[in-house]
């Protein structure tokens, strides 16, 4: 081939700045690129030895080596692939893989810097060019009679290629590193770009530096091959220890046996896992296997709850394992790590195009061959080809945990208090994965017992079926009464003098959102034979809510949402709003509040004075309120949905009924008032403090 010289067949001299500028926002792309270059070049040349074309050499060792040379400020990539002719750096390279490049310029001179637009138009070997000032090429055709090609260019669009001097079948590029970007020749720079593009690439990595002194290992001599360059021969004689037998005498003990070694120059290892976990099938897989990735990969070393292989080749492929981590904190704290893979070739962590939003707070890798490797982020959200992958993970994450709901009931309750969040997340995110998780979700107890949705309206039906049967109950003073069922009929908040209104026919499921702070409500729910479920975290509210929305025969109630019947004796209507209203102007008038709601009702249990009951929909406006920063707000801001409720049963109730004038009942009233509040919420310092003075103040009147 004589010497050309001639310019880059570009329609626009400013490509090589928009490259270097705008076309990948990590500079340290280029390593994967030019390395998964290498990769292609070596599956290639596999292929045609698998087709009859060409016959690779008995002692072929695929591999790509990457050679740092900071004194000389170059890198090197070398691949032993099917290496290029004259006529093919002529097409692939001088011709730069793309038709029209002021398309290109117009279309992402403004965008390019948000988009990774890699490789629409075949501009990974381009990439060289953010880093380097002049590159060359020496590659060597597999083809026979091929002459070895060299090309240069600095970084215009001029190049120069002539005939070359390579030996090997293959390629090797060189880049004359600028002086903004040294760092990527510097060995352990090198190394951590490689391990984060490259650790699971089809072909194995080697790094080394040039000139470095040689390195050497000892092995055994029965473990040389041919490819070692041995150094030396050693033989270590067998050591001996004098040992005392048991009748006294010594005797001597060989303790190392006779070994030949070898002193070889040391092996290079490869940076890169060429079969990772995730591309075997699952049952060739072992537990330790799947906790050694994952601790390898994500560094994390606590070990994962449990797993997910997915394996899928039709309708397309798509391999990876889906990690749920343990955690110890609330979710939205939570920062998960999904790295996307293409034929082993890192792409990017968690494309949120490509992985469903709430699979964001796992752990995984997915590798999707069928995906582009270089895509911009607009194409991605345009691509219904990566929402049918979304869907299919979606899919395969709900079909496991609903099989380890139904096969694995235990060990499923074992991990539900740490995987929760994750699956009531994905309800609310994503509707299809809401309606396979609706019979799997489980809900804990008073009795940290875990039971689904379904089991949990079925006992309640049991329960309201085992009192109809009954039909009678037997209160306190042994009369008999009509048995009251909680769930029958959840009409708690309707009017009762309003014979019009509705009536609400869901059941209703209560609920918990704090065991100590609620304490004194669940303590009456127990002594009545009553259950509730623990919500106590704080997306349990939005998922309730979005639980009732998509299902009208159920609703959820805080046990401190009202008063069910159950907990209360009939009593005489009349004489309970007599009460009520002395009791509302005698609170109203020592409490300075005169909005506030006071209703006296008959209360089985004579030791609790006084409960505030906040309604369900404004409890959940306050949860909201926390959700926008304003948490600690008082429950009474929602006016009529504050309630306090009097127990006319209770002594202390009645004392203030009968002595509503005495000095001492305004004390009384606040006392009260901020007793059932502490059941509800913490009160504030403020409150707080006055609440401790009064408190030593009426026991200062027990001691006189």
Known sequence: MSNKHGNLSINSDNIFPIIKKWLYSDHDIFYRELISNGCDAITKLKKLDLMGEYTLPDDYEAKIQIIVNPEDKTLKFIDNGLGMTAEEVEEYINQIAFSGATDFLEKYKDKASEEQIIGHFGLGFYSAFMVADEVHIDSLSYQEGAVPVHWECDGGTEFDM?????????????????????????????????????????????????????????????EVTEKDTVVEHIVEEAKFEEQEKEDGTKEQVEVSPRQEKAKIIKRPVPLNDTNPLWSKHPNDCTDEEYKAFYRKVFMDYKEPLFWIHLNMDYPF????????????????????????????????????????????????????????????????????????????????????LAGMCKTEKENYEKYWDDISPFIKFGCLKDEKFCDKMNDYILFKNLDSKYLTLPELLKAEEA????????????????????????????????????????????????????????????????????????????????????????????????????????????????????????????????????NLNVKVEKLKNAGISSVITLSEEGRRMQDMMKVYGMAGMDPSMFGGDVTLTLNANNELVKYILANKDSQHVPMFCAQLYDLAMISNHPLTPDEMSKFITRSNEIMMLLAK
């Open 463 to 594: 329960k309201k079926a085992e009192q109809d049967e009954e039909g009678t109950a037997v209160d306190e003073n042994g009369e008999t009464v009509e048995a009251e069922v909680v769930t029958e009929e959840a009409n708690d908040d309707a009017d009762p003098s309003s014979e019009t209104e509705e009536k609400d026919t869901r059941k209703t499921v209560y609920y918990v959102t704090d065991l100590q702070q609620q304490s004194q409500y669940i303590n009456m729910f127990k002594e009545q034979g009553m259950d509730a479920v623990i919500l106590d975290h704080n997306i349990d509210s939005s998922f309730i809510t979005q639980l009732e929305r998509r299902n009208e025969n159920y609703r959820f109630l805080r046990v401190d949402a009202d008063l069910t019947d159950t907990l209360k004796e009939e009593g005489s209507e009349e004489e309970l709003k007599e009460a009520t209203d002395t009791l509302t102007e005698t609170f109203r008038k020592a409490l300075s509040r005169d």
């Open 317 to 400: 492929n798509l391999k990876g394992i889906l990690y749920f981590p343990k955690i110890n904190t609330e979710y939205d704290s939570i920062e998960g790590t999904i790295k996307l893979y293409n034929n082993q070739v890192f792409i990017a962590d968690n494309i949120k195009e490509v992985i469903p939003e709430f699979l964001m707070l796992l752990k995984g890798v997915i590798d999707c061959p069928d995906l582009p490797l270089n895509v911009s982020r607009s194409a991605l959200q345009n691509d219904g080809f990566v929402k049918k992958i979304s869907d299919y993970i979606t899919k395969k994450v709900a079909d496991k």
């Open 162 to 222: 002539t005939d070359g001097s390579k030996e090997g079948v293959g390629t090797e590029i060189t880049l004359f590193l600028n002086e903004d970007c040294l760092e990527f020749s510097n060995e352990y720079r090198a190394r951590e770009v490689i391990e984060k593009y490259c650790s699971f690439m089809p072909t194995p990595i080697f790094l080394s530096k040039a000139n470095a002194e040689t390195e050497y290992e000892t092995i055994l001599e029965s």
